[in-house]
């Protein structure tokens, strides 16, 4: 076994070699991670001895010692890097810690305050908040439909018009897709257009500029819940089961991201946007309801990431881009910043977060953080919290309780069964192996504070997800 090793690694120092003589720099990069993981991985120098004295026979010793060089380089880079993170991170929690029994507005923002359907009506809405999303405010109807499930309206005399009852959020591979084919089985949940129009937060911006895109767009999100608006015209009104039809909002996104908020808000807002998505959706859907589902956050970083990656990701690019996505966080409490300002702290408006590199986003698993945006705008009743393994594991027990929690009628336990027993399809993952047990470490204590709130203020201890960490 030692000798296959040792040829092994042979092989991948002459590849090394030949890509250092055709300075093809991502080979290098590419083939070394694989040799120096390899190199690791032997335990006598006696081993990696023999691997030179073999190259010494087909390559000169110059071009040896480049490519040894290199590696060298390389390792030392990344012992540093691992040296610094072992050592700041009880910082870090220490500085979370900290932080946390601090007010999220310390500098001169206007006061948060949660807006009525009477304020949007006199017109009397803090500035910051009407910023947000004018082109709902001037648009919005002053009344609903009376005796539908469903906020609907009659635009223009004879125009049915709907907004979702449920937005069924959370982030991005926490089993989001499944949870909302599974929970719009029910016979009484109309499917939108696209399960994830995402255009609270994204795509009612021009991405470039961050700026509103025209007044129009409002009725483009209307369109996607046409076809509960045509049930209901095609319908007499005395119709009891459309009266308890209802329609959903499954864009992940609305749950966590409000990143062009420094362009709408008071100059004097240093520390964080005095209003986000939750208060704008509060405002004008009092009576909503938000399903948000979360994974243990360590995992979810490394599937995001090896998802939306190609060949070059890998697990230890991936630990690379831990590391420095914690240090810019850390470097964010040190400078007075709390869980709260270093997430919405970003750049000219674009996503250009803090702790966020593009490839790595901590921000989004600082899901306690996201919870009480919409805690604060919303009543704990109309918000319902689910951990995506318990919802793999229990989806029989859980998928009544959120019919429930919908005011849906129930439906019988065949039923239920035949829908927890689908399969829904999911895109091909770029399976790289597990993560490095040095990241899931330096996440796991990153993660631990706000784990730790969560659980404090949803009630529920298995959101400290201890059996994984």
């Known amino acids: 076994m030692v000798q296959l090793r040792t040829i092994f690694a042979a092989l991948m120092l002459m590849v090394l070699v030949t890509a250092l003589a055709f300075y093809n720099t991502s080979a290098i990069n590419q083939i070394g991670t694989q040799l120096l993981t390899r190199l690791e991985k032997d335990e006598t120098n006696r081993e990696q001895s023999s691997i030179r004295t073999l190259l010494m026979k087909n390559v000169g010793e110059s071009v040896i010692n480049k490519a040894e060089n290199h590696q060298r380089q390389r390792q030392n880079s990344l012992s540093r890097l691992n040296q610094n993170a072992s050592r700041d991170i009880k910082d870090i929690q220490k500085r979370q810690h900290a932080q946390l029994s601090q007010e999220a507005f310390q500098d001169k923002c206007p006061q948060r305050r949660n807006i009525t359907l009477e304020d949007i009506e006199m017109k009397q809405l803090p500035n910051d908040l009407y910023k947000l999303a004018p082109e709902v405010f001037d648009q919005f109807p002053k009344t609903f439909l009376e005796g539908y499930s469903n906020p609907c309206w009659v635009q223009g005399g004879e125009q049915i018009r709907c907004l979702p009852k449920l937005f069924l959020a959370g982030v991005a591979k926490c089993g989001t897709t499944d949870l909302y084919l599974k929970v719009a089985s029910h016979p ?56 308890k039809l209802i329609t959903v909002d499954g864009s992940p996104s609305t749950f966590w991201d409000n990143v062009f908020w420094r362009k709408y808000v008071s100059p004097e807002c240093t520390k964080g946007p005095t209003y986000v998505i939750a208060d704008v959706i509060r405002a004008i859907l009092p009576k909503t309801k938000i399903i948000a589902i979360f994974r243990n956050p360590t995992d979810r970083l490394y599937s995001d990431y090896m998802f939306t990656g190609g060949r070059a990701r890998t697990p ?149 997800w201890d059996e994984w960490t």
């Not at 911006?205 to 209307?222: A, I, T, W």
């Not at 509960?228 to 007499?236: I, P, V």
């Not at 705008?377 to 029989?396: G, H, N, T, V």
Request: a positive charge; aromatic letters at 12%.
């Open 188 to 243: 009484h949940i109309i499917h939108a257009k696209e399960k994830e129009p995402s255009w609270w937060t994204r795509n009612r911006y021009d991405r470039k500029q961050g700026e509103h895109k025209p007044v129009g767009s409002f009725f483009g999100y209307l369109h996607e819940f046409d076809k509960l608006a045509n049930k209901m015209r095609n319908h007499q009104d005395t119709d009891a089961e459309v009266q």
């Open 316 to 464: 230890q690019t991936f630990h690379e881009h831990v590391l420095k996505s914690t240090a810019s966080f850390d470097s964010c409490l040190e400078s007075g910043g709390n869980l709260r300002s270093c997430i919405y702290k970003n750049f000219n408006g674009q996503h250009g977060h803090v702790g966020h590199d593009h490839l790595v986003m901590l921000m989004k698993g600082l899901y306690s953080v996201h919870a009480r945006e919409w805690l604060y705008a919303f009543p704990r009743e109309q918000l319902m919290f689910i951990r995506f393994e318990d919802w793999y594991s229990k989806c029989k027990q859980i998928l009544p309780e959120i019919y429930s929690f919908l005011e849906l009628d129930s439906l019988m336990s065949t039923q239920i069964d035949k829908i927890c027993a689908k399969k829904n399809p999911t895109k091909k993952k770029n399976s790289k192996g597990p993560m490095l047990n040095a990241t899931r470490t330096i996440l796991n204590k990153f993660y631990q504070v706000s784990r730790q709130e969560l659980a404090q203020i949803t009630g529920d201890m298995n959101f400290l």
